[in-house]
């Protein structure tokens, strides 16, 4: 048997490649990460912004790029495509064909002067062709790898770039060559292609310049796209009054063979037309759809707001055909909306294009001899959503399916603890241990401060005179430094900060810019690498403080932007360095809830050597698995769940606990003390990471009858029935968003309009001669669940909207149970009289989430789920270090979701696990014991039991538990004797940043 290999190749650099690779990477493997492109980012980095958060994508996009670029343990390949795969899982020979750049990646330093100079333009792709770049370009300002690349297709050899390139990167004769890999797993993350809308030929893409697809507007809301960030149409520039967006273009099309949802249509549309209207408040907006499909975590709040907030107009109808007005080159719009013709003028017309599989999709399946489905995107069963047919082989992103970017960055996770619990034995291998260089003593010597003011694209620039403030603070004290820069979080700022660093001997820097909470640890990194302590470190948030909430006020918002720089250099004048504490790891997990998504997430950390109890607080395994009787598919859950209930027992690295629950929950990352209460005994557990996978619950209806009339059932009770053989109904008529989609509940809970279709096919496979009604308000059968719906219609499932003002009644009389529905169409009520009425109930909140929410010190969303670290990129992670979340207990969802995102807190957990010591915040509280009066004030106030009472000398003092310390300053602002002080936020630093603050009056009415 061959040894296995240490190392995984990533194939795609999108979001969903990047996260695989930073978890594997961190994990303690060697990481190849393949594109065909010159740079890694993907789609995500053509996005203006992203729902529901309305977060600027490249800003959060932005650190991870640089990250991935400059981990020690991430290969970067570009523009190269794999040739052949032989070998077999834990020990591939792969061979890739790598095309030419034409550019030494070793010499160019990005400076862009050969672009400058060039005299070719050609389209730029990354823009859409909405501008023109250069025969020889970078795909985007922030590219990473920020190294050139020639086109020559369109390169005329004149030899400009090669004569103006000081450093000599320019290679006129690189050729195609071959690399050769060896490793032990291969993780899938191609992507997808934007559908062509030029094969709607009725939407006349193509033909009239005005009719944009979704990425093109995208581009054109961007600051950094081909208007600056205007919001402008491209026949003549003007600024458009209407815009209409056209859902569904290559989506849900049976006549282009594209039957499938594309799921992240309708968000993408909404957020486009919200960011369109916060660009010009004048405008109008309207979606045209189908079925809104706001399924996700907190869509549906972010739909009502473009309604209600944003006068975003939306429009049931599936629009016919689109034309110009010849003398206006405005659009028509003509559609049917309750049954009559209607056509609308707008300026714009926007068309949200679905998801294609890649275009090399077939090739790549070919070469790696794995499946694909009917669609040609990458086949992959129920219950191993991130597995190939071929072992060793793992997926992840769209793929597999069309999906968003949590979810492609959740399935990245899962995809890398899949890859690495192969190879887990190999672990370290062939890892590199970054090294940085000595770090400075500055302790002796003046402060020099550097300040680095970003544009942002237009973000900030836009509004903030950028130039202004610069000028503005190389006048203040002790700055030696300062410049402005387009993008200060791009790979070569990150570089040019370092050179400034040691080029003016700088022993404090100031960023000026976005946010620190996405930010601030890729500018720490940057100036440890220049052998600065990260704690000389701090930014001035001139983006989300400033030019966003003054954006019609540049005047105004310039004068603050120097009012918070000039605050925040007085506090960097007296920044002193810090040691981030070293703590112990204990490798070993707490999984709570012992569903599906518990016993995935505790199998996978046992899978790859750790220890992992598994808290159930049931008297069995399973949770609601245990009621699921049959799939959309062929695979039988009961089966599945026996087998994964036996892996799970059988495993010597599990300890199952049942009928138990966790009643005390001490200590920090690393090194948690947990207290189990089994059976009524306590049992202490000492673990590194705990993992939330503790459900959610059906909702009992208090409506339509249900408890009243036996015949009024919940999807769950009628699976059961029908699971058993106890169905004999004629006509059975089912109500969707039963306790979903309300004031209560305004969410959606995603999973129930499947599991109707699910039972409605169940029913007329068993009985096709009875009458099935399904009452919805829009049918959310996201992704390849379509076909499924369109298999129901076609077997005579009938399908009848309601809205909220003509809800279903439900009647008892005389022993018969009549449902009436209006039906929009013809306006009229319609009985059904029906044997039995099956009742969408919604999923809600676990009655537990609460109790463990305050033990554990996390955040639960207003719907009361557990709420992550951040919506889009990490979808997994708490706030809190070291405890991550899946499953129900995150949000209502699918089985092989939540596998996918029990794998994904799994990989994220091992990042910890895998390390044998971890450093902790350094900023935190600090005791001066010849102060301290022993009062104990201190103690009870803080939220994390990081400061206890301790007997020094005979006295008690107050000691800090640096490893539990946040930070946050309660307890020195309880001390009634001055003793505690917040390191790195001391009073002498925060009273100079307010001083600093109020030196020069300034109003931002």
Same mark, same amino acid.
Request: aromatic fraction near 8%; proline fraction near 4%; glycine fraction near 8%.
């Given at each position: ?12 650099g ?13 994990s303690?493997?060697k ?13 995500m ?115 400009t ?21 060896h ?19 009725e ?23 081909p ?12 600024v458009p009054?209407k ?43 309207t ?159 003046e ?34 430094y300062?410049?402005?820069n387009?993008?200060?979080? =791009?790979? #070569?700022? !990150?570089? *040019?900060? &370092?050179e +400034? /660093?040691? @080029?003016?001997?700088? $022993?404090?820097? %100031? ?19 220049a ?71 505790a ?30 598919? =062929?695979? #039988?859950? !009961?089966? *599945?769940? &026996?087998? +994964? /209930?036996? @892996?799970?027992?059988? $495993?010597?690295k %599990? ?6 629950e966790i ?13 189990l ?27 339509y ?85 369109? @298999? ?16 279903p ?15 929009p ?162 009073d ?12 020069e ?5």
């Amino acid at each position: 048997m061959k040894e296995k290999v240490g190392a995984v190749l990533v194939v795609g650099g999108g979001i969903a490649g990047i996260q695989a690779s930073l978890d594997l990477a961190d994990s303690g493997f060697k990481v190849y990460l393949l594109d065909e492109s010159p740079s890694i980012g993907g789609t995500m980095t053509q996005l203006d912004k992203t729902f529901p958060t309305n977060d600027c994508a490249m800003c959060i996009l932005a650190p991870k790029l640089v990250t991935a670029g400059r981990h020690p343990n991430i290969e970067l390949i570009m523009g190269a495509e794999i040739k052949s795969v032989e070998g077999e899982e834990g020990h591939f020979q792969i061979t890739l064909v790598r095309k030419p750049r034409y550019i030494d990646e070793e010499k160019c330093t990005g400076c862009g002067v050969c672009a400058q100079e060039c005299p070719v333009e050609a389209i730029d792709e990354f823009n859409q062709g909405l501008s023109e770049r250069s025969a020889i370009y970078v795909k985007y300002p922030q590219a990473v790898p920020l190294v050139y690349a020639i086109d020559r297709d369109k390169c005329i050899g004149c030899g400009t770039c090669q004569e103006v390139c000081k450093a000599g990167a320019v290679q006129y004769d690189e050729k195609e060559k071959e690399i050769a890999l060896h490793v032990g797993s291969i993780i899938l993350a191609p992507g997808f292609e934007e559908f062509d809308p030029k094969l709607k030929r009725e939407y006349s893409y193509g033909q009239c310049s005005n009719v944009v697809s979704s990425i093109e507007f995208e581009r054109i809301l961007s600051a950094s796209g081909p208007y600056g960030g205007l919001v402008l149409r491209p026949s003549d520039g003007k600024v458009p009054r209407k815009i209409a967006f056209i859902q569904c273009v290559g989506s849900r099309d049976a006549k282009l063979g594209n039957n499938y949802c594309s799921s992240a249509c309708c968000m993408y549309a909404i957020k486009e037309a919200i960011i369109a209207r916060e660009h010009n408040p004048d405008l109008q907006c309207t979606i045209f759809f189908m079925d809104m499909r706001t399924y996700g975590k907190e869509f549906d709040a972010y739909y009502n707001r473009a309604e209600d907030e944003y006068e975003v107009k939306f429009v049931r109808s599936r629009v016919s055909h689109v034309e110009e007005v010849p003398e206006s080159q405005n659009l028509l719009v003509r559609y049917v909306e309750d049954g009559n013709p209607k056509t609308e003028e707008v300026d714009l017309v926007v068309l949200s294009v679905g998801m294609r599989p890649p275009k090399h999709a077939e090739e790549l399946a070919k070469t790696l001899d794995i499946k694909l489905n009917k669609y040609n995107f990458c086949y992959f069963e129920t219950f191993s959503p991130l597995e190939t047919s071929r072992p060793g082989i793992f997926v992840c992103g769209a793929f597999s399916s069309p999906k968003d970017i949590p979810e492609s960055v959740a399935q990245a996770s899962g995809a890398a603890v899949k890859a690495a619990s192969l190879i887990s034995s190999e672990r370290g291998m062939l890892a590199t241990v970054k090294e940085y260089p000595p770090e400075r003593d500055v302790s002796g010597e003046e402060p020099r401060i550097g300040v680095f003011v970003c544009h942002c694209g237009i973000n900030i620039g836009g509004i903030v005179n950028v130039p202004e403030v610069v000028e503005y603070v190389k006048a203040l004290p002790n700055v030696v430094y300062a410049e402005h820069n387009l993008y200060t979080c =791009s790979q #070569d700022t !990150q570089k *040019r900060i &370092r050179e +400034i /660093i040691n @080029e003016h001997n700088l $022993n404090r820097v %100031v960023v000026a810019s976005c946010t620190p909470r996405t930010h601030e640890p890729l500018f720490r990194e940057t100036i440890r690498e220049a052998g600065l302590n990260i704690y000389l470190f701090e930014m001035a948030n001139i983006r989300d403080q400033c030019s966003w909430v003054h954006i019609h006020e540049p005047e105004e918002a310039t004068k603050k932007a120097k009012d918070l720089v000039r605050s925040i250099v007085a506090k960097a004048r007296l920044m002193k360095p810090l040691k981030k504490p070293m703590i112990d790891v204990t490798p070993t997990g707490l999984v709570i809830g012992g569903g599906l998504s518990g016993m995935t997430a505790a199998l996978e950390l046992a899978k790859q050597g750790f220890e992992v109890h598994l808290v159930e607080k049931e008297k069995e395994l399973g949770g609601h698995l245990r009621h699921i009787h049959y799939l959309l598919g =062929s695979e #039988d859950p !009961q089966e *599945r769940l &026996r087998s +994964i /209930i036996k @892996e799970v027992t059988e $495993n010597e690295k %599990v300890h199952v606990y049942l009928n138990s629950e966790i009643s005390d929950v001490e200590g920090y990352v690393g090194g948690f003390k947990t207290t189990l209460n089994s059976d009524g005994k306590n049992k202490k557990i000492d673990h590194g990471i705990v993992i939330v996978a503790s459900g959610a619950m059906e909702y009992r209806p208090t409506e339509y009858l249900y408890g009243v009339n036996e015949r009024v059932l919940t999807q769950r009770e009628l699976e059961e029935k029908l699971a058993n053989g106890r169905f004999n109904a004629k006509t059975v008529a089912m109500i969707q968003c039963v306790g979903s989609r309300n004031k209560e509940h305004p969410y959606c809970s995603r999973i129930c309009c499947s599991q109707a279709v699910k039972n409605a096919l169940k029913i007329k496979e068993l009985s096709p001669e009875t009458d099935v009604y399904i009452l919805y308000k829009d049918m959310r059968t996201y992704g390849f669940l379509e076909d499924y719906y369109r @298999e129901a219609a076609s077997k005579g499932v009938l399908f009848i909207r309601y809205d909220d003002e003509n809800k279903p009644r439900v009647i008892q009389e005389d022993g018969k149970l009549e449902v009436m529905v209006w039906e929009p169409v013809i306006k009229m009520w319609i009985p059904i009289e029906a044997d039995l009425l099956a009742l969408s109930a919604a999923t809600i909140l676990s009655s537990d989430n609460e109790r463990i929410a305050k033990m554990l010190k996390v955040p639960l969303s207003k719907d009361g789920f557990f709420l992550e670290a951040h919506m889009k990129l990490r979808p997994v992670d708490f706030a809190t270090d070291g405890v991550f979340l899946c499953g129900l207990a995150h949000w209502p969802k699918s089985i092989e979701e939540s596998i996918s995102q029990a794998c994904a807190a799994a990989a994220r957990a091992i990042t910890i696990l895998s390390k044998e010591a971890l450093e902790v915040e350094g900023a935190i509280a600090s005791v001066n014991e010849d102060f301290c009066g022993g009062c104990g004030f201190c103690e009870p106030v803080c939220e994390y039991g990081a400061i206890k009472m301790e007997e020094v000398d005979g006295k008690l003092r107050a000691h800090v538990i640096e490893a539990l310390c946040k930070g946050c300053g309660v307890c020195g602002s309880t001390c009634p004797s001055g003793a505690i002080s917040m390191l790195h936020f001391t009073d002498d630093q925060i009273l100079a940043q307010v001083r600093a603050a109020l030196k020069e009056e300034a109003k931002y009415d």
